[in-house]
Structures are given as structure tokens and as C-alpha cells.
């Protein structure tokens, strides 16, 4: 199935947005390996490997799988077909183990296995601190090499509240492979975790050209999402208070 959806989709991709690629030659033709990219779009999961000669399986949200109905049977055999494994991110802990009990399953079978450390899509196109407990302990249970990719203009493709994405040339830049032989065996190790981690971002920020944030991105989208809603509450005051005060004002002229 894999090769009639790469071929149904990663040709009409290439063809319609004309990606361009530098540094292609940094993934191994055969063999494990991680592929730990910045996250900018939902289109990144799909442009990476349209631009690959080999598979690079992705982990996804396990509603992709289990919405019912046609459009959610279609939509599975979509990810399905694309290379995505589904994970249940019900809760926090959970989603970490499964997405790197996935990893390993994939490395061991000597695939490519594809990873965002941001752990989310950023929301305004800046490099968020990499998570832990997932890029790190993949490489370090299986020893395989990371390589850093950064993606390129690619949520300018679809915005977010976008439907109809617009023509334009996104851009891969794949790092050379990173070896973290020299932590085997040290996965549980916080600190090693941590340095893992931060090295392969600085990788990436050096590939992307994106403004580095020492934040994870799921606490930016919690701000933003709490700075917008004490904005709409603030606009409503001010109208409630514009409001009261015309009411004021007429209730205090002659006559009223």
C-alpha cells in the first residue's frame, strides 16, 4: 500500500509545489535511522518522504484511525498508506511510551523513523525546545543516527483556518547524521536525555535559520490561546462599558 500511496501522492506533491532539497545525500540508502525534523505544517509528514526514495514512517494522533464513517475509514487507509502509525495521546506519560516503543519497533526493522523533538506544530514559526523523552531515548535505546532536517516556508503552504493551499516551492534542508554511540545505554539518564536533545535543535536551528525559544510549544500555544481570550473578554468589558455609559448619559438628560 505504501507504494501506490507514495506514488498517488508524493508524485502529484513534487509535481504541483516543485520542493526543493539540500543535503539528500545525508540519509543512509539502507539501514536505521532517525529523521528528527522542526514541525511547521501538516504537510511536513507528507512533503519529507514525497522527496525520499525510502519509506519514513511518522507516528500520528490515534483519532486519524478511529473516526467512524466513510470519511473516517478514507482517512485511515490514508495514513496507512502514507507510512503513520497511530498513537493514543489520551495522556501525556502514555503517548511518550508508545511513541517510543513505535521508534524502536521501526529502527529495529531497520527503517527510517521520523520524529518532530518540538513534540507539536509551532504556532508562529519559531524553534521550540525540544522534548526529551522521546528523539533522545529512541536514538539511545537503538543506537541509530539522528538526522536533523529542517522544513522550510511550509506553513506558509496552509495556513492555519486556510482550506485551499497556495502554489508556492517549500524547502528540505537534511543535515549530516548526528552519533550518540558514546550514550548507549543511557537512556534513563535526565541530564543525558537533556543534552541529547538540545544538540540535535541546535542542528536544526542552524539548518531552519528560525528563531530559537527556550519554551516548549505547547506552553507558547497555551499562552497564546490565554492572551486571545483575555483580549475578546477585554473587548467585551469595553463594550459593556461603553454601553453602560450611553445609558447614563441618557438617562441624565432633561426629560428622561
Known amino acids: 500500500m505504501y507504494g501506490a500511496m507514495k506514488v498517488s501522492i508524493g508524485g502529484p506533491l513534487k509535481l504541483a509545489f516543485r520542493p526543493w532539497v539540500e543535503g539528500i545525500e545525508n540519509v543512509p540508502a539502507e539501514g536505521p535511522a532517525i529523521l528528527a525534523s522542526n514541525h511547521l505544517s501538516f504537510s511536513d509528514s507528507f512533503f519529507l518522504p514525497a522527496v525520499l526514495d525510502r519509506k519514513v514512517t511518522f507516528i500520528a494522533k490515534a483519532e486519524y484511525f478511529t473516526t467512524p464513517g466513510v470519511k473516517g475509514r478514507l482517512t485511515a487507509a490514508f495514513f496507512k498508506g502514507v ?4 498513537v493514543d ?15 524502536i519497533e ?6 527510517l523513523f521520523g520524529i518532530y523533538p518540538e513534540g507539536t506544530r509551532s504556532p508562529d514559526g519559531r524553534l521550540y525546545r525540544g522534548k526529551p523523552g522521546g528523539l533522545a531515548r529512541v536514538a539511545l535505546a537503538t ?16 495556513p492555519p483556518g486556510k482550506i485551499i493551499p497556495k ?3 517549500p524547502g528540505i534542508r537534511i543535515g549530516r547524521p548526528l552519533d550518540f554511540s558514546r550514550y548507549r545505554g543511557m537512556e ?3 541530564f543525558v536525555l537533556r543534552a541529547v536533545t538540545d544538540e540535535v535543535m541546535y542542528e536544526i536551528m542552524k539548518l531552519s535559520g528560525q528563531e530559537y525559544v527556550d519554551m516548549y510549544a505547547t506552553a507558547a ?11 475578546k473578554q477585554a473587548q467585551k468589558d469595553a463594550g459593556q462599558a461603553h454601553g453602560d ?3 447614563a448619559a441618557v438617562s441624565e438628560r432633561p426629560g428622561s
Do not use: F, N, Y
Not at 543506537?143 to 496552509?158: L, Y
Not at 500555544?221 to 483580549?231: D, L, M, V
Open 89 to 103: 495521546r489520551s495522556g501525556a506519560r502514555g503517548a511518550g511510551e508508545a511513541a517510543v516503543r513505535s521508534g
Open 221 to 231: 500555544k497555551r499562552q497564546i490561546a490565554e492572551a486571545a481570550k483575555a483580549g
Open 188 to 190: 534513563h539518564d535526565r
Open 143 to 158: 543506537g541509530a543516527p539522528v538526522i536533523p532536517v529542517a522544513m522550510i516556508d511550509t506553513e506558509k503552504i496552509q
Open 245 to 247: 455609559t450611553e445609558k
Open 106 to 111: 521501526v529502527l529495529e526493522r531497520g527503517e
Open 83 to 86: 507510512g503513520q502509525l497511530p
Open 167 to 169: 502554489l508556492m516551492r
